[in-house]
């Protein structure tokens, strides 16, 4: 028995937004309160290696707090009202899928060929497939996965297969 979810759950105006909005409050409020109970937090001028993972759980927790707020105040938008449908198995195989295959194709393959097979694979949870969009995605994220991971922060990953740079 919880007295308060009794008093709070009527007041829920879109369901889909209200447990999202949880989500991410705990999520953001562990990886916040991890990193300062963890790490070195450091000032603004010299940042330690709490302080970027602190900064991000805040502002997660801040987000969630909002979209909470906002399932409470504001009327669902969707045909549905934002309730719950059926969780769609499917989807959530292919999307887990094609990112366990991209973190074991990242260091035999590089980054640009298993960026384009993860974009490939997962883009099977979108039905119908269509063929024209999933390579323009694969082509246009690849090259922004360069530019930002390669270019922008210069990350130490191969970017191909090791028999293609030798």
Not at 28 to 49: D, E, H, K, W
Not at 57 to 67: A, E, K, V, Y
Not at 127 to 140: D, E, K, Y
Request: hydrophobic content about 55%; overall charge positive.
């Amino acid at each position: 028995f919880r007295p308060s979810l009794i008093f709070v759950l009527p007041m829920i105006k879109d369901q889909r937004d209200f447990w999202a909005g949880l989500m991410f409050m705990a999520f953001g409020g562990f990886f916040c309160l991890y990193s300062v109970y963890n790490y070195n937090i450091g000032t603004a001028s010299r940042m330690g290696p709490g302080y970027f993972p602190m900064l991000l759980g805040g502002f997660l927790f801040f987000l969630g707090f909002f979209i909470t707020a906002k399932s409470v105040l504001f009327k669902s938008t969707e045909e549905d009202g934002g309730k719950f449908g059926k969780f769609d198995w499917y989807n959530f195989f292919v999307i887990l899928g094609s990112v366990t295959i991209f973190a074991v194709l990242l260091r035999p393959a590089g980054l640009i060929p298993a960026t384009a097979v993860m974009v490939f694979l997962s883009s099977f949870g979108n039905r119908p497939f269509h063929w024209i969009r999933t390579l323009l995605l694969c082509a246009f994220l690849c090259v922004a996965v360069w530019l930002i991971f390669v270019l922008g922060l210069d990350l130490t990953v191969p970017i191909w297969p090791a028999f293609l740079t030798n």
